[in-house]
């Protein structure tokens, strides 16, 4: 049988072929895919976000985890949807019109889908009728917004005021993060929650979902 603790540290360590190639003998023993993701996927990842916090890593760490989580959490996705096994919750993620940044929103996107959410990404330059449209189509639990300039701070609030003049503000949690934002800007828009990084996002979501 395959030791799964070496799937953990794998991921944790970054080594994308080598958290492929032991998920692949996983799946080829019949180990059963919701295991790998909330035993060994999901706890290393949490790691790697505690580590970040505490410094202990940094982007190039969190980055190479991330692609490792993310390479095997594809061979074990299709699965789960043959099992009709639900995500942990859908997440619809976008940087603003305006900002063509996005090492910031793919980092949190990565992040998210190795806590085991469903995220729908929304790219970058999308302006508000993007995000509306992605609330009324996907159902999101969670509506994260992103930007690095502040300039186009403006952008989120105007997403926002979007959703509550459609009628949809109540159907999403909206969260907000990037290097100008701040949990007093976040309070000012009326947003839900405020990240600072990609693992207290990943924490905040749980949070407002209740997780």
């Not at 180990?31 to 890593?57: C, H, T, Y």
């Amino acid at each position: 049988m395959t030791d799964l603790s070496k799937l953990y540290d794998a991921i944790l360590n970054g080594e994308e072929a080598l958290a492929v190639g032991i998920t692949k003998e996983a799946l080829g023993e019949s180990v059963n895919p919701s295991e790998l993701i909330s035993k060994w996927m999901i706890p290393a990842m949490d790691e790697v976000g505690n580590r970040f916090e505490a410094q202990d890593f940094f982007f190039p760490e969190m980055l190479l985890a991330s692609r490792a989580m993310k390479a095997a959490l594809d061979l074990v996705r299709p699965m789960l949807s043959a099992g009709g096994v639900p995500p942990t919750g859908r997440i619809a993620i976008g940087t603003v019109k305006g900002d063509l940044h996005d090492i910031g929103k793919n980092m949190v996107a990565s992040m998210l889908e190795g806590a085991g959410f469903e995220v729908i990404d929304l790219g970058i330059d999308a302006p508000a009728e993007k995000f509306i449209e992605a609330v009324k189509s996907a159902n999101p639990n969670i509506l994260a917004i992103s930007t690095l300039l502040s300039t186009t701070l403006p952008e989120m609030k105007k997403i926002i005021e979007a959703l509550t003049q459609s009628g949809l503000r109540s159907q999403a949690k909206v969260i907000v993060g990037g290097a100008p934002v701040t949990q007093e800007f976040a309070n000012s828009i009326g947003a839900d929650g405020y990240g600072e990084s990609a693992a207290s996002a990943v924490k905040l979501v749980r949070s407002l979902l209740g997780h």
